[in-house]
């Protein structure tokens, strides 16, 4: 679990095939000061786990899946990342629930210079238009960041922006982005599980014991504890 307020940007130092995933290793002197084997580390909003270290690097596997849902298959040696930390449960939560789990990615369209800060709209896959909110919080990147308008809901062709302070321009990637370029996507978790139950509710009938009653309860038989150890 990340909050999505990045601690540093790393480098990428190698890329390695291994089968159809991809191993790297990146260079991040302040995120590897107490990592250890098996520790997760968000590059640019992908959850990673920590395989081996080396001197201010580590490296991690990048699998199938994580590789066609996000843009860390397009990486080269030298590119730029954002680095965070798996959250420590004694801190204060800066940013939002951040998994580090990756919906897809976003294409930048446009980029609007403000005073002394910028707004940046994306272009927004279709499927992940229903999860987004004005004012709500989305990860972009391993960022944690506030909506400040989104497209209306009858656009044929969604969209949605985010405004970014000096601070967030320099001590994150996205201060580089120009359109064209595109970034992580990860949506709130609550409006996932939001759309996951009404899309129950909305597909099953009124016997079907997976139907979702909107009143607050779910008609369904009960799931049987669980007796593996771990998660």
Not at 46 to 62: K, N, P
Not at 110 to 123: C, I, K, M, Q, Y
Not at 190 to 202: E, I, P, S, T, W
Request: hydrophobic content about 40%; aromatic content about 4%; charged content about 20%.
């Amino acid at each position: 679990m990340f909050t999505g307020l990045i601690e540093e940007i790393g480098e990428i130092t190698e890329i390695s095939p291994v089968g159809d995933s991809l191993r790297l290793t990146i260079r991040g002197e302040k995120v590897t000061s107490d990592a250890g084997h098996g520790d997760s580390i968000s590059v640019s909003g992908v959850c990673l786990t920590v395989i081996d270290q080396g001197e201010a690097t580590f490296a991690a596997d990048v699998m199938a899946q994580s590789i066609r849902m996000s843009t860390l298959g397009g990486l080269a040696v030298g590119d730029r990342v954002n680095l965070e930390r798996a959250a420590r449960v004694d801190s204060r939560l800066g940013g939002h629930i951040v998994q580090g789990h990756v919906d897809g990615t976003a294409q930048l369209l446009s980029v609007t210079p403000e005073d002394n800060w910028r707004v940046l709209r994306f272009a927004l896959p279709r499927e992940l238009a229903p999860l987004l909110v004005d004012k709500g919080s989305v990860t972009l990147s391993g960022v944690s960041l506030t909506v400040s308008s989104i497209a209306p809901a009858e656009d044929p062709e969604p969209w949605f922006e985010v405004s970014l302070i000096p601070e967030t321009l320099v001590a994150t990637t996205l201060g580089a982005l120009q359109p064209g370029d595109r970034v992580n996507v990860e949506t709130d978790i609550l409006a996932r599980h939001v759309a996951r139950m009404l899309r129950f509710g909305l597909t099953a009938g009124a016997d079907d014991p997976r139907a979702l009653d909107l009143t607050g309860s779910v008609d369904a038989p009960a799931v049987p504890q669980s007796t593996t150890e771990g998660n």
